[in-house]
């Protein structure tokens, strides 16, 4: 049986093996232990983000990260970052009860509504939001990576009138 509960000390190991997973599986380099060290001093603090992780007995299966966002109408909204479910799950039924789970935490806290993004790019979770219905809301994303920062920050820069 699949159970969802919200990241606590102890579950340190169990979330980095996720979160391992989670990199490999989009590609992603390892984090270096600086990197997974801060994530989960942040999430231990319950600094700006939170984690529900999904097990079955004491075998963690994935986890759903998410955070309050505002305006969201006149209120708040749970913004969801990833929905990761290792790969011998898959179809398991995990995704939908850790769904289910940050559902419950949005009703608990008051929100409007829950919003998400996949990359254009992954067919598979696309076809899982597909399949359980969920509604598409056309939005665009913007990303600027770290090293591109300085550059970015230029554009931003007051433009002089000649």
């Known amino acids: 049986m699949i159970a969802c509960r919200n990241f606590e000390k102890g579950q340190e190991g169990d979330f980095l093996t996720l979160y391992r997973g989670c990199l490999a ?4 380099p390892a984090a270096t ?4 060290a801060r994530i989960i001093d942040l999430l231990a603090r319950e600094r700006h983000m939170s984690c529900l992780m999904a097990y079955d007995g004491d075998a963690p299966l994935g986890f759903a990260t ?3 966002t505002f305006p969201a109408a006149a209120g708040t909204a749970l913004y969801m970052k990833e929905l990761y479910v290792g790969a011998p ?18 009703e ?8 998400w993004q996949t990359d254009g790019s992954n067919a598979t979770a696309q076809a899982f939001y597909t ?32």
């Open 33 to 36: 232990a600086d990197q997974e």
């Open 66 to 68: 998410w955070g309050l």
């Open 89 to 106: 799950v898959r179809g398991r039924g995990v995704g939908r009860a850790l769904l289910a789970g940050l559902l419950d935490i949005a």
């Open 108 to 115: 608990a806290e008051g929100c409007v509504r829950m919003d």
């Open 131 to 162: 399949a359980i219905q969920a509604p598409r809301h056309a939005k665009k994303t913007f990303r600027i990576e770290a090293c591109d920062f300085v550059a970015f920050r230029d554009n931003l820069a007051p433009k002089q009138e000649i």
């Open 25 to 28: 599986h989009y590609g992603i």
